[in-house]
């Protein structure tokens, strides 16, 4: 994920219970896969958590503004750790440690004004070649769609989400190295948010997650969710909202001779507020409980149910702060703590924590940079069984990366990105340390 120019933890801003399921795609926002291309630096971001609109869609009573953009990109990377582990994991991965990946692919942006709402479609397409992994090539698809339409200070949305490519190596035990996931995902949610005062808003998620993989079997899921909640809006405080969510996991693979995989719940209760402080700095926060209601299941073929342990309870939310200094110089920092859904059979879910900070820096009209920093951690919790003996129980990483774009004229533009990341792990032969160099070339229509 690109923010403000950085190439961010394919973890980051993944969505917890306690987030708002209009916003969150569910699995889809949990269970991740690898990207080759660090990404063009850009100079906006995204919020995380907070109850908008999909698609970016704005608030019932807003105008809304006619956009379609078209890009071309094609991207040249240079990995030296594409395992994402030492030595023993490359050998077990069968995967050459350096590597070159080139990327050609488009995306589009697109938000349209039917009658009294609007159809965006949002995403990029495109096919990741390695030139000594073959097995690690995949297609890379991330699509979303939807509706939304408004009546008076209320309005209803339907969105959708596509996503398929090859997973992430660090969310894989060493039993699996070539794994395309696909996630599809839906969304449902009505709300009525005049521009101030008291707003009320319901919403309802679906999403499946499966898995093709050339070894033992990744966990395949499927998750329901539901939320809803009260806003208050007004010049002082700017946008504040009190949400209740729902949601259950269901794990949909058994291998051969196992216990089937505990599902899982999540409830949770969160705070919101987003608003902007001045010309120069504007922030967006959501802060919750949430507890992990443990599923059951029997701890081997025809054995007593039993229910999983240890469930969570604990704070979760996300993040974000943009401070512009001046016309040139710009800081974002993003945090997230979110429970996911996990990849690894014998774990019932993951614990995700990440913080962000990057600064970014127009040297002219044409030449930007940015550079930035992460670290996140990752534990995987529940029932711990002997399919964890291949794969990690928690790690840490951390990374630094920088960026320059050159704009050529008014449509075309060069950037190069350098990545650093290092990660402690158990067990250690997950440690790694690699960096990556990309040159990516790309043209709007």
Do not use: W
């Not at 449902?188 to 919403?203: F, K």
């Amino acid at each position: 994920m690109v923010v403000a120019g950085l190439n961010v933890s394919r973890r980051l801003l993944a969505c917890g219970s306690a987030a708002v399921v209009l916003a969150c795609g569910g699995t889809a926002a949990a269970q991740n896969m690898s990207g080759s291309s660090l990404g063009l630096p850009a100079e906006g971001m995204a919020g995380a958590g907070l109850p908008n609109m999909p698609g970016g869609f704005p608030q019932p009573g807003q105008p809304i503004e006619r956009r379609f953009d078209v890009l071309l990109l094609g991207t040249a990377v240079y990995d030296s750790n594409v395992a994402q582990g030492g030595k023993l994991v490359q050998n077990a991965r069968g995967v050459t440690p350096a590597d070159e990946i080139y990327t050609p692919s488009a995306s589009i942006n697109a938000l349209l004004p039917v009658g009294p709402g609007a159809v965006f479609v949002d995403g990029q397409i495109g096919y990741d070649f390695h030139q000594s992994n073959t097995k690690l090539q995949s297609e890379r698809i991330n699509m979303s769609a939807g509706g939304e339409t408004n009546v008076g200070p209320c309005g209803g949305s339907l969105s959708g989400s596509f996503l398929r490519g090859q997973s992430d190596l660090s969310d894989l035990s060493l039993a699996v190295t070539h794994n395309i996931q696909q996630t599809i995902s839906g969304n449902l949610g009505a709300r009525c948010t005049p521009l101030t005062g008291v707003g009320v808003y319901i919403g309802v998620s679906y999403a499946q997650t499966t898995n093709d993989s050339d070894g033992a079997l990744v966990a395949d899921s499927h998750m329901e969710g539901v939320n809803g909640g009260v806003s208050y809006t007004n010049e002082l405080l700017g946008l504040v909202s009190v949400n209740g969510s729902y949601n259950r996991t269901y794990y949909d693979d058994v291998l051969p001779g196992e216990a089937p995989q505990p599902s899982y719940g999540q409830v949770g209760a969160s705070i919101s507020i987003s608003r902007q402080i001045g010309l120069r700095l504007n922030g967006e926060a959501t802060l919750g409980i949430t507890h992990v209601l443990p599923g059951d299941a029997p701890v081997a073929p025809g054995a007593p149910v039993v229910a999983s342990e240890p469930a969570f309870t604990g704070l979760t939310g996300s993040g974000s702060l943009v401070y512009r200094v001046n016309d040139r110089l710009s800081a974002t920092l993003i945090y997230s703590r979110a429970v996911n859904p996990s990849l690894q059979l014998g774990a019932d879910y993951q614990l995700v924590q990440t913080v962000a900070m990057t600064v970014g820096y127009t040297f002219s009209q044409r030449l930007f940079g940015s550079l930035g920093g992460t670290i996140d951690n990752r534990s995987f919790e529940g029932i711990q069984t002997t399919l964890m003996t291949t794969g990690v129980k928690s790690d840490n990483g951390y990374g630094v990366n920088a960026a320059l774009r050159y704009t050529i004229g008014d449509k075309t533009s060069l950037s190069l990105t350098v990545d650093y990341q290092v990660r402690n792990a158990d067990p250690a032969i997950f440690d790694y340390s690699s960096y990556r160099i990309g040159l990516t070339a790309s043209r709007s229509f």
